[in-house]
């Protein structure tokens, strides 16, 4: 099993970049794909981006592709976002999630595990 914590939401500008956390108790992370996703008031859980176990295969969705990049270190079993160029309709709770299968994937029913969620607000 796996135990999932997100961390480094808040409030920020238009314009401006966030780092978000997501720390994994257990041993078996580094044999997990890991996936952020995240849901905004009203709308469905969408994805945002995921990877694979070891960190050779990355997938985005297209809203953010050129501005988000996921990371993982398997030593520290910590995933990371790193979003750039952050935008209003960037606003939503990000979710963690760790999928058994290992390779990624867009769909949230492949995870098993997902965290709490951290707040990320973007003003315009």
């Known amino acids: 099993q796996v135990q999932l914590v997100e961390s480094g939401g808040g409030l920020v500008q238009a314009g401006g970049s966030l780092r978000l956390s997501c720390a994994a108790s257990g041993r078996t992370f580094s044999s997990y794909a890991m996936g952020w996703f995240r849901q905004a008031p009203g709308k469905e859980r969408e994805f945002v981006t995921a990877?694979?176990?070891?960190?050779?295969?990355?997938y985005y969705a297209d809203s953010v592709k050129g501005r988000f990049t996921i990371s993982r270190d398997n030593a520290k079993n910590t995933l990371y976002l790193q979003m750039n160029s952050l935008k209003p309709e960037d606003t939503a709770v990000y979710y963690c999630a760790a999928d058994p299968a290992g390779w990624g994937s867009p769909m949230k029913s492949e995870y098993d595990y997902w965290g709490q969620g951290t707040q990320v607000t973007v003003s315009s």
């Open positions: 990877i694979s176990w070891n960190g050779g295969r990355t």
